[in-house]
C-alpha cells in the first residue's frame, strides 16, 4: 500500500522517562535499524528525542533537560547509514538533518 502524500515519513524514537541511559540508546538504535529497511520503501527520517533526567547522573552542577544527543553521540556518523534530525529542530520546523 503506497501513502498518498509526498515526502518523507519521520519516525520519532521515545523511551520510559525513568529507564537508563543504555536502554535509551539501544531502544532508539534498534529503530534505526527499522528506519534502515523502512527507506528501501519509502524516503524516512529518524527524530531523535533529547535526553531528559538521567537518573543515574543526577547532579545540581548540570542542567538535564532537553539534552541533544549530540552532546553524547556524533550524529553525522548516525547520518552515513539513516538520514536523522535532532527533536528541538523538529519541533521547531528547522528541519535540520544532520
Same mark, same amino acid.
Given at each position: @500500500? ?20 543504555? &536502554? ?6 534498534? %529503530? ?8 528501501? @520503501? ?8 533529547? #535526553?531528559?533526567?538521567?537518573?543515574? #547522573?543526577?547532579?545540581? $552542577? %548540570?542542567?538535564?533537560?532537553? %539534552?541533544? #544527543?549530540?552532546?553524547?553521540? $556524533? &550524529? ?5 547509514? %539513516?538520514? $536523522? ?9 528547522? @528541519?535540520?538533518?544532520?
Amino acid at each position: @500500500m503506497r501513502r498518498a502524500l509526498r515526502g518523507p515519513v519521520y519516525l520519532l524514537c521515545d523511551v520510559n522517562p525513568p529507564e537508563g541511559f543504555s &536502554l535509551h540508546r539501544s531502544v532508539c538504535i534498534h %529503530i534505526a535499524f527499522l528506519l534502515k529497511t523502512l527507506l528501501k @520503501m519509502e524516503e524516512s527520517v529518524l527524530v531523535i528525542p533529547p #535526553w531528559g533526567r538521567l537518573y543515574h #547522573w543526577q547532579s545540581l $552542577d %548540570i542542567h538535564q533537560v532537553r %539534552i541533544p #544527543w549530540s552532546d553524547f553521540f $556524533d &550524529l553525522s556518523s548516525l547520518n552515513r547509514n %539513516i538520514p $536523522d534530525t535532532e527533536y528541538q529542530p523538529f519541533i521547531a520546523g528547522e @528541519m535540520v538533518i544532520v
